[in-house]
């Protein structure tokens, strides 16, 4: 059962722009922290951006120099997650990973989820 799909991938030109899209699951969607990893070769997943549900007001963060060139936000109306990418850099080669987190440390033990994507490669360079 596939829960998250992302899409948008592909090659682009330094400079350039792209756009990523994870559709997901509604129930999923509705209650869940969405967010973007992506994993360079060799080196760890890390956080690029992610975005409370609409319930937890939508609240934005963003990984170590990420903003700015990256923005993310969510459709509630779809149930798709998106990524805005601008002003890429080879650097920003990675696979990017749609990823829904839950926590409640209201219950015992807390309780936390993580699912995520198949991903997505983006390629920048000439």
């Known amino acids: 059962q596939v829960q998250l799909v992302e899409s948008g991938g592909g090659l682009v030109q330094p400079g350039g722009s792209l756009r990523l899209s994870c559709t997901v699951d509604?129930?999923?969607?509705?209650?869940?922290?969405m967010g973007w990893y992506r994993q360079i070769p060799g080196k760890q997943r890390e956080l690029v951006a992610s975005?409370?549900?609409?319930?937890?007001?939508?609240?934005?963060n963003y990984g170590e120099f990420m903003e700015g060139r990256f923005t993310v936000s969510r459709d509630n109306a779809n149930n798709v997650l998106y990524l805005q990418m601008n002003n890429l850099t080879p650097e920003d080669t990675a696979v990017y990973y749609c990823n829904a987190h839950y926590s409640n440390n209201l219950v015992t033990p807390p309780l936390n989820l993580d699912l995520w994507g198949q991903g997505t490669q983006v390629t920048v360079s000439l």
């Open positions: 975005v409370a549900s609409l319930k937890r007001g939508s609240t934005t």
């Open positions: 509604p129930n999923i969607f509705k209650i869940y922290t």
